[in-house]
């Protein structure tokens, strides 16, 4: 069913459409802090806050809209614990609830287990907090997401033990103790649960886990009450990575990055799946088209014009390893193809040094303000953006150039030409990046032009992009 769909319904996209560059602010001391923002919740004033960890403690730091720390709020449950926040939400009294991991929660004590924090939102303290361990024996919890309903706080986590991993869902209420409790399978050769992430819908949560037995995904969606409405299987390839879900007017939408699709055998393709919140039937799959690299969704959010706010991670292999490398992207699914509006570059500070977006959102109601934390570094130091397209941010409708780059590889000093197809019959833009994403050479193509000569380029591996208006076409070249 998902291979026939994909066939009739899949959209192209290549990024980006409006370059922009963000230069991030970095927390923590380089060489000293090891610090890592996981999720952030905006406020009406101008500020958000994010939550990650902070050298083995769980952090919530509010920041202006420049960046600026306000104030920063530690949990530390013991001086051996080690605490991590991955997830949290706004509850309907206008305070946060928080999710996270701790190891040695208490002296003497190795089992890993989940925990939930609920702080006020100027930071002064921890309001209360409750750690959840299971009853059976030799298993742990752990990797929860936590969303709301109403009322309704919602954990979904997994259940793990040495023979395999079940999904766990944990009803809590506002006291943070637990109300119900359920575990699920979704199939008996699955083997391994991992969980992806869970958000509301109008009649319940959706929820998306990852296999790694059987390199499938399984999105559910149940009542308030952990009754599942129905359940599908789907990404049934080589692999999934990464994954975020949201929802809006009767929409789920499911990001991910997934491995041996029929449109990129070679690498991970980063892939956003409508699917209808009665059904859970496919209404549309949206193929982000950046060929020659692995890529995968970290986050995605509806802005409240409509518009999906998508954290997209590139993996980009060099000689010498590989380079993680993201943008935001901003992409309207009401429009038949979806097309993407926009697009947020943050630049790699060096040819080894990675920039992983975790978590983008809208900072207001036009989706021209856009927010994202994430880590530089691999286990380095946590960043914060709060962009603004200086372009207002208009739906542009992208078709593909199929151009020629001959030779590829090419050798050093060797000349390197572009050939252009005939359809080409406007103004476009000849751009080249290297490895950190730097826009290093630009030139005007008039419409005229079907072959070109690049500069010479010092040994590398390097982005040739031809720009219209409304084309747009991508390709690697390496110099070897």
Known sequence: MFRFILVLVLVHLNVPVMYSQASPTVYGMSGNDITKA???????????IWAGEWNNKGVFMKVKSTGDEIKRLYVNLDTSSQVRIKDMVRDVDGTIVAVGECRNCFKND?????????????LSSIINYKIYATATSGAYLTSPFIERKNNTLMILAVLATTSYQDMQ??????????IWTKSMNSCVECFSEISIDITATSSGFVMALGHAFTDTATIYHIDTLGNVRWKVRSFTFNGIFGGALAYSNGKIYIGIGVNGTPYDYSFYTAIIQTLSESTGSVLAITN???????????SLEVAPNGNLIVGYIRVTYTFTGYLISSQILIINPNTSPSTLAGSITIPNPGDSVNMTIAHAISLNSTGTSIGGVGTRGLTGRAFYLNYNLTTP?????IQNIDFTIYPNPASFHQEVNIKLPNKVLELHYLQIYDI???RIFETKLSAEERNYTLPILSRGIYTVKIIGKTDMGVKKLIVE
């Open 436 to 438: 950190k994403g730097v």
């Open 38 to 48: 996981n999720k952030m919740i905006s406020f009406t004033d101008g500020s958000q």
């Open 169 to 178: 869902l944990l009803s809590i209420n506002k006291q943070l103790d637990t």
């Open 110 to 122: 190795s089992i890993r287990r989940i925990l939930a924090v609920r702080v006020d939102s100027t």
């Open 288 to 298: 982000i088209n950046d060929p020659f690299s692995d890529r995968y969704i970290s």
């Open 393 to 397: 941010v208009t739906n542009v409708s």
